[in-house]
């Protein structure tokens, strides 16, 4: 989701954060795609692929207008739920979103114009009552760069950032044009000293089919969801913001601020083709009826 520039300048103002963005280096050119890593067994494979959902944060909204280009929204309020997944591998950690701004965490709740934004706990605090410290990530992926998907990148500098070609250009311009959000400069700043692997319109991270990138571009240009195969569970479709609620998924609606109305209408019919041949459950990440019922983990 994106918000007004208002809003994420304010939550990313501070000193510390001016500097950054001013000492920011120039966009470079992407580092160049590499194989995902071979996914053999091995005798210290931990246990089958399970999913950690954690709560990265709440979004009360008091009219909704902006988030179809049908208007038939407005008026409407809402409060969205903000989720993270860490993607337990036996062969290594995804972690997915990353949440609202780390500067929110345990502060009381911040209101600019429609958005109440707030934060109790960050993703370090959860990771370690899994027993995790970031250190121990092996990926980290968005599903797309906007404020409340990238807030907490400060937290795990040590894991390799998967990106497709697509977004990284709409973050860090190949031209030296400014991004399309300015006022998140200084978080994608701090993507620019990680590990990156530029992937594919479709991505097996581990290698075995079972935890699956794929692009579900317009609302922003290389916005992507996540296709999981859980033991349990079967197969698991994580929206992104593909989709906010469960009505923008019955009726297609559209947010006005998508980068492209045709892309998003396009990806959203791919991506209703994939659940269908999948007999896949899917989760809108924005959605309580959709997380709430997970109780914290997917199996």
């Not at 950690?52 to 944060?57: A, F």
């Not at 860490?86 to 997915?96: A, Y």
């Not at 994580?238 to 609606?253: F, K, M, N, V």
């Amino acid at each position: 989701m994106r918000l007004p520039t208002s809003l994420t300048q304010i939550l990313l103002t501070g000193a510390a954060v001016g500097i950054l963005a001013a000492c920011a280096p120039p966009a470079e050119a992407p580092p160049a795609a590499a194989p995902p890593p071979a996914a053999e067994a091995t005798e210290t494979a931990g246990p089958a692929l399970y999913v950690d959902v954690l709560d990265c944060g709440t979004i009360a909204i008091s009219d909704l207008d902006a988030f179809s280009s049908a208007g038939d929204y407005a008026g409407q309020a809402d409060e969205f739920t903000n989720t993270c997944y860490l993607i337990n591998h036996p062969n290594g950690r995804l972690l997915w979103d990353l949440g609202l701004p780390s500067q929110l965490v345990g502060q009381p709740p911040f209101t600019q114009q429609i958005f109440t934004v707030s934060v109790e706990r960050s993703i370090t605090d959860q990771l370690a009552d899994l027993g995790v410290v970031p250190s121990e990530l092996t990926y980290v992926a968005i599903s797309h760069a906007h404020f409340d998907h990238i807030g907490q990148i400060d937290q795990v500098q040590g894991a390799t950032w998967l990106v497709n070609q697509t977004e990284y250009d709409y973050m860090f311009p190949a031209d030296g044009a400014p991004p399309a959000d300015p006022s998140l400069v200084a978080n994608f700043a701090l993507f620019k000293p990680m590990e990156t692997q530029i992937i594919n319109d479709s991505h097996d991270v581990f290698g075995d089919g079972s935890v699956v990138i794929f692009q579900t571009p317009g609302h922003t240009p290389g916005h992507s969801s996540l296709q999981l195969t859980l033991p349990e569970t079967g197969p698991v479709l994580l929206t992104g913001d593909l989709y906010h609620r469960s009505e923008s998924r019955a009726l297609g609606r559209v947010p006005r601020f998508n980068t492209s109305e045709e892309n998003t209408l396009a990806s959203m019919a791919a991506f209703e083709a994939r659940a269908t041949d999948l007999g896949a459950r899917v989760v809108i990440q924005h959605e309580p009826a959709d997380v709430d019922p997970l109780g914290g983990v997917i199996r």
